[in-house]
């Protein structure tokens, strides 16, 4: 079966722990936290984890460079 280029963009994300996203964002991890909570950054909660797409934050990265 053929796979579009959206399904094939989504198996190759990578997923990113906080730590990572916080590095990647030059932020601590709480900074990170408080970004989520006033929804600055597309992010995902497992019980008490935060997760991040790799893909998404590098576009957050785009986008704020272009402010």
């Known amino acids: ?3 579009t280029a959206i399904e094939m963009e989504k198996r190759t994300d990578e997923v990113l722990n ?9 932020k601590t ?6 970004m989520c909570r006033r929804n600055k950054l597309p992010f995902r ?3 008490k984890s935060y997760f991040f797409s790799k ?3 590098t576009k957050y990265l785009l ?5």
Not at 18 to 26: F, K, P
Not at 29 to 34: D, R, T, W
């Open 1 to 3: 079966a053929r796979l």
């Open 18 to 26: 906080l730590a990572v996203t916080a590095v990647m964002l030059g």
């Open 29 to 34: 991890p709480e900074a990170v936290k408080q």
């Open 45 to 47: 909660r497992h019980q």
């Open 55 to 57: 893909k998404e934050i």
């Open 63 to 67: 986008q704020c460079g272009q402010d």
